[in-house]
């Protein structure tokens, strides 16, 4: 499936994801990571920690109505692949982000940015494996 | 106040996830696909997210503490090991196949997306086994540092 080109709208997101990353170390000290805030939200350490986390998803909850305000539609949501594939693929990245302790918010930004090795480290592997990844599915297996 | 700008914090991540397409499997996936229908779209995502990140937190991290807590969260271990590198290749995998990381799926959630739920049930289901076989293994679990 082809999908357009799209550098301001793709620029405009990342600099509120990154706006979103400064905003959380600023008010709450902590890494903008989705793999970090979800697994402390289903295993918090107190209810304190809890309600933050549960605040922040809430919020990005919203993100995809909040951009039908301005944009009058949703954002595309276009699934290439089967069912089975998002399953297997949903459990690998639960196993990979918890392992690796953390994703492409967690490493990809906020880690990179304060030029910590271990997330540099991180997403040049997953960069990586990704790409090999799609590559053998789409052009070898051909699915 | 505090509770409302954490609340907040998140409609703006949400938001430039919503916008910046890393929602989108079939935009993610093609970002990767160079070899196809290429979209080089997420190269402006990152780029974006980390050049303000890291110009943000170089003003914020000279404050002494954040503003509605005593001290910075922030991971102090440096080491390279095993564990990251095979953990983050297998997510690599996961992603490349699913075309959904957490952060792109968890603001998608919100719509009610049936793709979407199975996605996010799958991811949870394997922090979960992940975590219950750390544990079972021993220290693992105990000494995992805390996710970024």
């Not at chain 1, 276009?78 to 639960?94: A, E, K, N």
């Not at chain 2, 050049?51 to 005593?70: A, D, H, K, S, W």
């Not at chain 2, 996605?119 to 995992?144: N, S, Y």
Request: charged residues 10%.
């Amino acid at each position: 499936m082809e999908t357009s080109f799209t550098p301001f709208a793709s620029l405009g997101g990342g600099i509120l994801i990154g706006l979103a990353a400064v905003m959380l170390m600023f008010l709450r000290g902590r890494i903008m990571g989705a793999t970090g805030v979800l697994a402390g939200a289903l295993r918090p350490a107190s209810r304190y920690d809890w309600t933050w986390r549960a605040l922040l998803l809430l919020g990005m909850f919203t993100g995809p109505w909040v951009y039908l305000v301005f944009a009058g539609s949703l954002p595309a949501i276009d699934v290439p692949v089967s069912t089975v594939m998002l399953l297997i693929g949903g459990f690998l990245v639960g196993i990979g982000v918890t392992l690796g302790s953390g994703c492409t918010s967690g490493h990809g930004v906020c880690g990179m940015a304060r030029l910590s090795p271990r997330s540099f480290a991180a997403t040049g592997t997953f960069m990586l494996t990704t790409g090999i990844t799609v590559y053998l599915v789409r052009h070898v297996f051909g699915a | 106040m505090r509770n409302l700008l954490t609340l907040l914090t998140g409609v703006v991540f949400g938001t430039g996830i919503a916008l910046s397409g890393m929602a989108n499997p079939a935009k993610v996936i093609n970002f990767f696909d160079i070899a196809g229908s290429w979209d080089p779209s997420l190269a402006f995502v990152m780029g974006g997210a980390v050049i303000v990140t890291f110009i943000g937190y170089r003003l914020v991290l000279q404050r002494e503490r954040p503003v509605f807590e005593p001290q910075f969260d922030i991971p102090t271990n440096r080491r390279l090991d095993v564990k990251l590198i095979g953990g983050s290749a297998i997510f690599g995998v996961g992603w490349g196949i699913a075309g959904f990381c957490p952060g792109g799926a968890l603001p998608a959630l919100g719509t009610g997306n049936t793709n979407v739920i199975i996605f996010v049930v799958a991811l949870i289901a394997g922090m979960f086994f992940t975590r219950f076989m750390l544990t079972r293994g021993g220290a693992g679990g105990k000494t995992a540092q805390p996710a970024e």
